[in-house]
C-alpha cells in the first residue's frame, strides 16, 4: 500500500468543484509560483507553522526546543503553547486511511451533490498514491485542482480515473513561465492539449498577477488555445489575493513577490468571450 | 429595488434618528405609584390607569408621506408601585425580569378582524352578564377594558386631526375607519396593528412579538392583490414602510442590550393540514427585510424535510446582509416535540418563536420560556468535586452527574413558584380564554408552563469525554491531580491544560464519543423535568438556549475538565466550546443534530458563524443555503448563521465611530456591535473561528 502527505482535509470547500465537498490538500510542489498563497505546501516534508500574530513570546517554546540551531519539525514545542499556535504541516499517511476518512461522511456529501477535491501543492505530483486512492473510492463525484505539470501518461490516467477538472494555465509564454513558475510550460500545454480533445469536464483557472500575465497578448493566446474545446465548461479569472504573503511568516520564510502586487491586474474577458468560451471572475 | 420613498424614509428613522426631536422629557417614574399607593389601588386599577396616563399624555406626530402613522414620544412609562411596596412584593414573590406581562404572542385578529366598536359592545353584554351572576370583579375588570379601548380612540382621533391638519388624507382616511370598525383593507390592517403594537409598549408590556404576520394579515393582502389594488412592487414599498415603524420607537423599547426587543416575526409553517403555509405575503416579507436592511423585524423562518431549497437560498441572501437572521427552525423536530409535551396538535402547528428563539403557541401560552437556565457544566463540575475520587468506574460517575442534574433541576423548579406578573388588560382582549372567564393573562392562559434554559453543554460534554477518555479509560489522568488543577485553574499543570483545550475531544467535531454524551446530558435534562409541575399548573421544558445565563454561569465557574480556564466564557446557546478548533461546518452540525432535540424542545439554536467570503459566488452561497438544509434534514431543530468578519469587529473596537452600522447577532437576537458592551464584543471575536 502506498503513502502520500497530506497537510489539510478541508470541509465545505466552497470553489472547489459541485454541491457540498471535501477538499484534500497533497504537499509538495514542483511549482515555485511567487504568488503562492499556500508556502506550507511546497515542500513534500512536514513543516511548522507558528501563528506569530496572536504569540504572547511567553518562551515556553524556546525552553524545550531541542534544536534550536535550525527546526526539524520535531513537534517539542507544540503542546507547550498556551495558544495552541504552533503546528505541525504535513502528514503520512495510507492510502486506505484516507480513504476511511473521506468515506466517513460520503453518503453526506453525495446527498448534497458533492464528492471530494483533490488539491495542493501539486497533487501529480504524488500521482500513483492519488491513483491508489482514486481507485477505492467507489461512487464519490472525484475532483482535482492541478497545474498539470507531470508526465503525459500520469495525467491521462489521473484524469480518466476522474470526474472533473480544474487545471491552471498561468502563462502561455513559456520563458515567462520559467522565470515566474520556476519550470518551463511544455509538459503543462501538452497535458492542456490532451484535456481539450477528452471528454472530461474541466474548467481552465488563471490566477491573474498583476505584470505577470495580465497581458492582453496572454489572454488572447490561452483563448486561442482553448478554442473549441468540447468539454471545457468555462474559464475562471482569479484575482491576485492581497493576503497571499500572510503565511510565509508562519513558516519562517518571507513573501518576496517578483511583481508589484500593489498594482491593479488588468482583467479581461473578450479574448475568452470572442473564441465562444465562457469566462467568470472570482 | 428600495423606492427613493423608503429610502429617506429608512435614512430618516434608522440613521438620522429624527424621531428622537418628537420624545417628551423625561418625567417622575412614581408620579402615579405614589398616588396609588396611597388609594391603595389593586394591580389592575394600577395598570389600567396608567395605561390611560400615557395614552393620554401621547401627542399625535404625523408626517406628510407616511401612509402608516403612529410614534411613541412619550418616553417614561411610570411604575405601577412605590419602591417600597416593590419591595414587597418581591419579598413575597418571584418576580420574573421586570415584572410586565413579556414574551408572548397575542393574536393581533382578535381586534383587527373585529374593531373597537364591537369589541366594546362584546364586552358591554359580558359585563352585564357577570353583573347578573354577580361577578362584580370580573364585570369591572372588563369595563376597564372598554375604558382604554375608548382612550385608545381618543388618542387615534387626535392623530386623524393631525393628519387632516399636515394634509395626510391617507392616514386620516385609515384612522376614520379603524381601529372602531374593523379592517377592510390591507392598509388598513397594517394601520390598525400599528396602533395595536404601540399601545402594547405603552402599557410598558415589552418583547412584543409579531408572530404568524404572513398568515393573519394573508386575507387583507390576498383581497386587496385579488382587487388589483397594488403592483408587487407598490404591494412591496408599503410592507417596507410598516416594516420600518418597527424600527421608529425601538430606542424606547426596554431590553437586555439595544437591538434585544423581541420584534420577531415567523414565515412559513406546516399548518394542521400537513400542507406548507408559506404564502406570497411570506415571500414578500422576505423581499421587503431583503430589500430595506434593518434589524427589525428579526426574520425566523419555519422550514421543514420538503421546504424547496430556493427558500433557503433566499435566506441565505438574507444572511449574507449580515443582519443576523433568518434563524431557521425546523417543523419536522419542533411540533412533535411540542406535542410531547402536551400541546395539542394544532396549536403545536400554530408555533412562533418569542423574543429570541423560544417556542411559543400564539394566544394560548403564557408560558415563561425563559425563568431560568440550568447550567450543564456547572452540574459536572459539582459531581467532579464531590465524587470524582469515590466513583471507582465512568458510570458510576455518571450517575453522580446525573443525580446533580436532577438535583440542580429540582432546585431551579422550587425556586420558580410565586410569579407575580403585572397585570397586561391591554392585552389580555387578544388571549384566548381572558373574556369569558373575565381574568388578566397575568394570571394565567390555556397553557401555562415555564421553560429552563440549559447552558454550556459543549463544555459539560467535553469534560465528561476527557474524564471518561483519560481518567477512567486509559488512565493517563490522575484523578487526584486532575481536580488539583480545577481547583488551582491548571496553575499546577499548564501543559496538561493546553492538551485538554486542543487535543482531546470535542463536541462539534462529529465524533460519537463525545457527541454521545451530550445526548445523554440532554436526555437527563428532559427525563428529570418530566413529570415536574410549576404552581400555574403548567409543565417545565428543557431547552438547548442559554440567553444571558451563558455569562453568568461562566463567571462563577472555576476551570472545567476540558481545559477552559477559570471565569473564562462557555459557548453561547447550542454551540462548541470557545476553543473548539473544529474540523469545519460540516462537523459542527452532525455533532449538533444526533441528539433527541425534540425532547428538549423549550428552544436554543445551534449558532454558526461563517466568513463573509462564503458568499462571494451565488454557487458559493448556494453551498451556505445546502448546509443549512443538511441540518434540517439531519433533524436539528433551530439554527441560526451569523455573517461576521473578524477583521471588521476588531477595527470596529478601535474605531467604533466607522462601524456604527455595524450588526452582529449575540444570543436570539441582531444589535448594533459598537452598541455593544466590551465583553460581548469580545465573546463575538472570539468565536469567529469557522473560516
Known sequence: MRKGVIFDIKEMALFDGPGLRQTVFLKGCPLRCSWCQNPEGMEKKPVLMVSWASCLHCNACRNVCPHTSSCNACGACIPVCPLNLRHIVGEEIESDVLVKRLMKDSDYYRRYGGGVTFSGGEPLLQGEFLLEVLEKLPRMHTAIETSGFCDASLFKDVVGALDFIYMDMKLMDSSRHKKYCGVDNKVILENARFLCGSDKPFVIRIPVIPGVNDSEENYRATAKFLKGAKNLKRVELLHYNSAAGAKYSMIGKSYRPDFDPERVAMIDQRPFTEEGIRSVVL | ?691
Not at chain 2, 430595506?292 to 419555519?302: F, G, H, T
Not at chain 2, 493517563?476 to 485553574?489: M, T, V, Y
Not at chain 2, 437527563?524 to 431547552?543: C, E, M, P, T, Y
Not at chain 2, 446557546?573 to 452540525?589: A, Q
Open chain 2, 1 to 691: 429595488m428600495i423606492s427613493e420613498r423608503i429610502r429617506k424614509m429608512r435614512k430618516a428613522f434608522v440613521e438620522e434618528k429624527i424621531q428622537k426631536k418628537y420624545w417628551q422629557e423625561e418625567t417622575d417614574h412614581y408620579v402615579l405609584a405614589r398616588e396609588f399607593s396611597r388609594q391603595k389601588e389593586d394591580s389592575i386599577d394600577r395598570a389600567t390607569e396608567r395605561l390611560l396616563f400615557v395614552l393620554d399624555h401621547e401627542k399625535p406626530v404625523v408626517f406628510p408621506d407616511e401612509k402608516i402613522a403612529f410614534l411613541r414620544t412619550v418616553r417614561t412609562i411610570p411604575e405601577l408601585y412605590t419602591e417600597e411596596e416593590a419591595k414587597e412584593i418581591a419579598r413575597k414573590h418571584r418576580i420574573h425580569e421586570k415584572g410586565d406581562v413579556c414574551n408572548i404572542n397575542v393574536d393581533y385578529s382578535m381586534l383587527l378582524g373585529v374593531g373597537f366598536d364591537a369589541k366594546k359592545a362584546e364586552l358591554r353584554d359580558r359585563i352585564a352578564d357577570f353583573r347578573q351572576r354577580g361577578k362584580e370583579k370580573e364585570a369591572h375588570y372588563l369595563s376597564q377594558q372598554i375604558r382604554i379601548l375608548s382612550s385608545v380612540e381618543d388618542l387615534v382621533d387626535r392623530y386623524r386631526k393631525e393628519a387632516e391638519k399636515v394634509g395626510n388624507t391617507t392616514v386620516a382616511s385609515s384612522l376614520s375607519h379603524v381601529p372602531s370598525g374593523r379592517a377592510t383593507s390591507w392598509l388598513e390592517a397594517m394601520q390598525f396593528f400599528r396602533i395595536i403594537h404601540y399601545v402594547m409598549w405603552c402599557g410598558r408590556n415589552y418583547h412584543n412579538t409579531l408572530g404568524r404576520m404572513d398568515q393573519y394579515l394573508y386575507p387583507y393582502f390576498h383581497h386587496d392583490m385579488e382587487a388589483g389594488l397594488y403592483t408587487k412592487e407598490q404591494a412591496q414599498e408599503l410592507l417596507e414602510e410598516f416594516f420600518l415603524t418597527f424600527n421608529r420607537d425601538s430606542d424606547l423599547y426596554p431590553g437586555m442590550q439595544q437591538g434585544d426587543n423581541g420584534q420577531s416575526l415567523v414565515l412559513g409553517g406546516i399548518g394542521p393540514d400537513g400542507k406548507d403555509s408559506y404564502n406570497e405575503l411570506s415571500e414578500l416579507c422576505m423581499l421587503s427585510s431583503l430589500d430595506l436592511k434593518v434589524i427589525d423585524p428579526k426574520i425566523n423562518l419555519r422550514v421543514n424535510k420538503n421546504t424547496p431549497f430556493s427558500l433557503y437560498v433566499l435566506g441565505t441572501k438574507m444572511t449574507r446582509q449580515g443582519l443576523g437572521f433568518p434563524q431557521y427552525s425546523n417543523d419536522d423536530v419542533v411540533i412533535p416535540g411540542l406535542e410531547k409535551l402536551g400541546y395539542s396538535h394544532e396549536d403545536a402547528c400554530s408555533y412562533v418563536v418569542a423574543a429570541c428563539w423560544e417556542f411559543i403557541i400564539p394566544n394560548k401560552a403564557m408560558d415563561i420560556p425563559n425563568i431560568d437556565a440550568l447550567s450543564f457544566a456547572g452540574a459536572v463540575e459539582k459531581a467532579c468535586f464531590d465524587f470524582l475520587e469515590s466513583s471507582p468506574t465512568y458510570e458510576e460517575f455518571e450517575k453522580h452527574v446525573d443525580e446533580q442534574i436532577e438535583k440542580d433541576a429540582a432546585s431551579i423548579c422550587e425556586h420558580t413558584k410565586g410569579v407575580f406578573l403585572y397585570p397586561a388588560p391591554f392585552l389580555s382582549l387578544m388571549m384566548t380564554g381572558c373574556e369569558e372567564t373575565g381574568r388578566d393573562v397575568s394570571l394565567g392562559c390555556v397553557y401555562n408552563n415555564y421553560g429552563i434554559h440549559g447552558t454550556g453543554i459543549a463544555t459539560a460534554a467535553d469534560s465528561l469525554a476527557v474524564i471518561k477518555k483519560y481518567v477512567y479509560g486509559d488512565k493517563s489522568i490522575g484523578k487526584a491531580h486532575l481536580l488539583q488543577c480545577l481547583h488551582d485553574d491548571f496553575k499546577s499543570d499548564p501543559i496538561l491544560c493546553n492538551n485538554l483545550r486542543y487535543r482531546a475531544p470535542k463536541m462539534g467535531n462529529d465524533d460519537d464519543f463525545v457527541d454521545s454524551i451530550a445526548t445523554h446530558l440532554l436526555d437527563q435534562f428532559a427525563s428529570v423535568l418530566k413529570g415536574k409541575k410549576n404552581d400555574r399548573g403548567g409543565i417545565f421544558r428543557a431547552g438547548t438556549g442559554s440567553a444571558m445565563y451563558y455569562v453568568w454561569h461562566a463567571a462563577k465557574l472555576p476551570a472545567t475538565a476540558d481545559g477552559r480556564h477559570s471565569g473564562e466564557g462557555l459557548p453561547a446557546n447550542y454551540s462548541p466550546s470557545l476553543f473548539c478548533r473544529s474540523f469545519g461546518p460540516i462537523s459542527i452540525i452532525k455533532s449538533f443534530s444526533k441528539q433527541h432535540l425534540e425532547n428538549a424542545i423549550n428552544g436554543g439554536p445551534l449558532t454558526l458563524e461563517v466568513h463573509d467570503t462564503v458568499f462571494k459566488t451565488e454557487e458559493s452561497l448556494e453551498k451556505v443555503a445546502m448546509l443549512v438544509k443538511s441540518y434540517i434534514d439531519l433533524g436539528g431543530h433551530q439554527l441560526q448563521i451569523n455573517t461576521v468578519n473578524r477583521e471588521q469587529l476588531l477595527d470596529a473596537q478601535k474605531h467604533p465611530e466607522k462601524y456604527r452600522n455595524l450588526i452582529v447577532r449575540v444570543w436570539g437576537w441582531s444589535g448594533y456591535f459598537v452598541e455593544l458592551d466590551k465583553c460581548y464584543q469580545d465573546h463575538i471575536i472570539q468565536r469567529m473561528e469557522l473560516s
